[in-house]
């Protein structure tokens, strides 16, 4: 089965003065069949690039977009796969051998 892959935003974080949205809260859920992966992070914008989008014209959408391209989609899908991979062939356990 496939890695799927759903970004969401949880939360944003902006100026009261303009709406600039300084703060976007993400998360990235990755399935495979009965195996999973998660990460929560945040990434801070700054006004430097001359670019605005009001704040109420935002889609989830087009904030994610924003996100995969600070972060770079492809290396957090890379690591989000790796750690399934990881689920399904582990290399350590654990355990007690008296038990």
């Given at each position: 089965?496939?890695?799927?892959?759903?970004?969401?935003?949880?939360?944003?974080?902006?100026?009261?003065?303009?709406?600039?949205?300084?703060?976007?809260?993400?998360?990235?859920?990755?399935?495979?069949?009965?195996?999973?992966?998660?990460?929560?992070?945040?990434?801070?914008?700054?006004?430097?690039?001359?670019?605005?989008?009001?704040?109420?014209?935002?889609?989830?959408?087009?904030?994610?977009?924003?996100?995969?391209?600070?972060?770079?989609?492809?290396?957090?899908?890379?690591?989000?796969?790796?750690q399934?991979e990881?689920?399904?062939?582990?290399?350590?356990?654990?355990?007690?051998?008296?038990?």
């Amino acid at each position: 089965m496939a890695t799927a892959y759903t970004w969401t935003i949880a939360q944003m974080d902006r100026l009261t003065s303009d709406g600039f949205v300084v703060t976007v809260h993400y998360a990235i859920n990755a399935v495979d069949g009965e195996y999973n992966a998660y990460t929560y992070g945040t990434v801070s914008y700054t006004q430097s690039d001359g670019s605005y989008t009001p704040y109420t014209d935002l889609t989830e959408a087009q904030v994610v977009g924003w996100v995969q391209e600070s972060l770079g989609k492809d290396t957090v899908e890379a690591g989000l796969a790796a750690q399934i991979e990881a689920q399904k062939n582990p290399v350590t356990a654990s355990g007690l051998p008296w038990q």
